[in-house]
Nanobody
Framework: QVQLVESGGGLVQAGGSLRLSCAAFGRTFSNYAMGWFRQAPGKERESVAA????????DYADSVKGRFTISRDNAKKAMYLQMNSLKPGDTAVYYC???????????????????WGQGTQVTVSS
């Protein structure tokens, strides 16, 4: 069992930055592939970024490549999403997710994830 808690959301102007954190509570963290997803009002949940449990492999949605960076610290049981050059289109509730996976595997599909956080709101004003 893993419990996930996101933090770091807020209101920011376009062009600004935010850093989201996802804290994991449970027996272990390092065996879990992790991901960030977001859902805007009236839209489906979409993958933003994902990282393998060894941290060696990552994946990004085309819309955030070059602006967002996913990372993790297994010793601290935490995952992060550094978001730069934010746009109004990035406005959404952001969720972190976890699933047991082999060391180098990146999991992109939301349906493959087992554990989810409660979400944190990110609002980007124009």
């Amino acid at each position: 069992q893993v419990q996930l808690v996101e933090s770091g959301g807020g209101l920011v102007q376009a062009g600004g930055s935010l850093r989201l954190s996802c804290a994991a509570f449970g027996r272990t963290f390092s065996n879990y592939a992790m991901g960030w997803f977001r859902q805007a009002p009236g839209k489906e949940r979409e993958s933003v970024a994902a990282i393998s449990w060894n941290g060696y492999n990552t994946d990004y949605a085309d819309s955030v490549k070059g602006r967002f960076t996913i990372s993790r610290d297994n010793a601290k049981k935490a995952m992060y999403l550094q978001m730069n050059s934010l746009k109004p289109g990035d406005t959404a509730v952001y969720y972190c997710a976890a699933v047991l996976a082999p060391a180098s595997i990146v999991v992109v599909s939301a349906t493959d994830y087992e554990y989810w956080g409660q979400g944190t709101q990110v609002t980007v004003s124009s």
